[in-house]
């Protein structure tokens, strides 16, 4: 049986179209903090390794009504959608929708065909350039370095599912963290859940450890704070920059990320209007 939707970081339904946004919002990075095929590769081997090991039938509280063995399916499905679109160079939502769903595999091939399936998404990244455009549910293509990010992104989240759900501490880095606010205020902030209530208030997003190096990521690269001065349903304006707002929400990036896509990570710190602060957190439809 197919799992039920959650509130994953994951692929969009349909064909997606950009809110009205700043100028600064509104394009997508040439260049990332971080080495995406490092982070999807490592992430990806301990998510496999995870759901290996402790099995599918363990409940994964942060993607409800999904067990490890239903995550592993979803996330082999979305690695699948998007090496195809990258891999065949698809440029038109006929193209993705000629792309047939692959069926549940049986448990016993479970693991190989998410392993395949990561295998030919990290191939089809390796192989493009960066610039070669394809399909996205942004409303117009973007540039391969979009699915990397979002590719990045993803897998980073389940990861941090998987290893929630079997007591395994993980956090995000801090580069690829950060990077993941920015693309959650571009993409998927303004898609308003039909129950949310008006934001009513600016909201300040500050990271607390974007200001040091390590390894081979950049955090310095990485943005660190950021204004949204509206979100409605209109969409979204915000500026990369240290402002004061009605709300300010601090932490560890990777612990405002996790608040973002509300999961129960380690709290954040709420200054100023804290009812602003939470109607901005429910806002979107996750």
């Known amino acids: 049986m197919a799992p039920k939707a959650s509130r994953a970081c994951c692929v969009r339904p349909g064909q997606g179209t950009v809110a009205d946004m700043t100028d600064a919002a509104a394009s997508s990075p040439t260049e990332l903090p971080y080495d995406p095929h490092a982070h999807l590769r490592t992430d990806a081997v301990q998510f496999i390794d ?17 067990n490890l063995g239903d995550l592993a399916w979803h996330l082999g499905t979305v690695w699948t959608r998007w090496g195809r679109i990258v891999s065949e160079g698809i440029t038109t939502f006929e193209g993705v929708q000629a792309i047939e769903r692959p069926g549940r595999p049986p448990d016993d091939l479970l693991i190989d065909w998410v392993t395949a399936a990561h295998t030919g998404l990290s191939s089809a990244l390796a192989i493009t350039s960066d610039d070669t455009e394809v399909w996205t549910w942004t409303g117009s293509n973007q540039p391969e370095v979009w699915v990397e990010r979002r590719m990045t992104q993803e897998t980073a989240m389940h990861r941090w599912d998987a290893s929630n759900a079997v007591g395994i501490p993980y956090e995000i880095p801090a580069a690829v963290a950060a990077d993941g606010i920015d693309e959650f205020l571009m993409w998927f902030a303004h898609d308003r859940h039909p129950d949310a209530e008006p934001v009513g208030g600016s909201v300040h997003l ?42 300010a929400v601090r932490g560890k990036a990777n612990d ?13 710190e709420i200054l100023g209007d804290s009812a602003v602060a939470e109607r901005f957190r429910a806002f979107p439809d996750l």
């Open 50 to 66: 995870i759901v290996t090991k402790h099995g599918f039938e363990h409940v994964v509280p942060s993607c409800p009504d999904w």
């Open 206 to 247: 500050h990271c607390t450890d974007t200001d040091v190096n390590e390894g081979s990521d950049d955090r310095s690269a990485a943005h660190g704070e950021w204004l949204v001065s509206r979100l409605d349903e209109s969409g979204i304006e915000f500026t990369r920059e240290h402002a004061k707002g009605d709300a």
């Open 256 to 268: 405002l990320l996790l608040w973002l896509w509300r999961r129960e990570g380690r709290p954040v």
